[in-house]
């Protein structure tokens, strides 16, 4: 489901405060729902009212099928330990297509099942960013050692270091050796 908008206040209460609200609404019409919302400081229209009570619903109704969706998955793990995980995915993704249609709101539900793509997609953008921050983490630190070689090596950067100067003075004239066009501005 997509996520409730700032301005609609009754899908915005916490997930108790929700669950009042339906309850209160079983027992008692629109109109006494919206003056008992009202007396909490919570200002609503009777329209506001059947749409939460329609979205709730609906929302609880994908809820349940999510859960029935994954004990669907975990039994046909066990019934089909032949299947891979893609095959996994696409019998449990037909199992809560056809039950999704058949639950109600098909707006909804293909609200919910772009939201989901795009969390798959975005957790895949993911994976893919801290692959290339690894690499990143270990072409710096071959090219580190790379360099520590190759100044250990420079007679000018070895001078500086067995100068018995401070650390901050070598810092600074390694600094000024190394990178001299910085130094020169």
Same mark, same amino acid.
């Given at each position: 489901?997509? @996520?409730?908008?700032?301005?609609?206040?009754?899908?915005?209460?916490?997930? *108790?405060?929700?669950?009042?609200?339906?309850?209160?609404?079983?027992?008692?019409?629109?109109?006494?729902?919206?003056?008992?919302?009202?007396?909490?400081?919570?200002?609503?229209?009777?329209?506001?009212?059947?749409? /939460?009570?329609?979205?709730?619903?609906?929302?609880?109704?994908?809820?349940?099928?999510?859960? *029935?969706?994954?004990?669907?998955? $975990?039994?046909?793990?066990?019934?089909?330990?032949?299947?891979?995980?893609? +095959? #996994?995915?696409?019998?449990?993704?037909?199992?809560?297509?056809? @039950?999704?249609?058949?639950?109600?709101?098909? $707006?909804?539900?293909?609200? #919910?099942?772009?939201?989901?793509?795009?969390?798959?997609? $975005?957790?895949?953008?993911? @994976?893919?960013?801290?692959?290339?921050?690894? #690499?990143?983490?270990?072409? /710096?630190?071959?090219?580190?050692?790379?360099?520590?070689?190759?100044? /250990?090596? $420079?007679?000018?950067?070895?001078?500086?270091?067995?100068? +018995?100067?401070?650390?901050?003075?070598?810092?600074?004239?390694?600094?000024?050796? #190394?990178?001299?066009?910085?130094?020169?501005?």
């Amino acid at each position: 489901m997509s @996520k409730p908008r700032p301005n609609s206040p009754l899908k915005t209460q916490t997930e *108790d405060r929700q669950r009042e609200i339906i309850d209160y609404m079983l027992k008692h019409t629109l109109m006494e729902t919206r003056a008992w919302l009202q007396e909490d400081g919570l200002n609503t229209s009777t329209a506001a009212l059947s749409q /939460f009570w329609s979205w709730w619903h609906l929302r609880q109704g994908f809820e349940e099928l999510e859960a *029935d969706t994954q004990n669907f998955a $975990d039994f046909l793990k066990q019934a089909r330990p032949d299947l891979d995980e893609a +095959g #996994m995915h696409n019998y449990a993704q037909q199992y809560f297509t056809t @039950k999704a249609i058949k639950l109600g709101d098909q $707006d909804a539900y293909l609200a #919910m099942t772009s939201a989901k793509h795009k969390a798959m997609v $975005d957790v895949e953008k993911l @994976k893919v960013e801290k692959e290339r921050l690894q #690499m990143d983490q270990q072409k /710096f630190r071959r090219e580190t050692c790379a360099l520590f070689v190759e100044w /250990f090596n $420079d007679k000018r950067a070895r001078e500086i270091v067995e100068s +018995g100067a401070s650390r901050a003075d070598q810092i600074k004239q390694l600094y000024a050796t #190394m990178f001299p066009e910085e130094t020169q501005q």
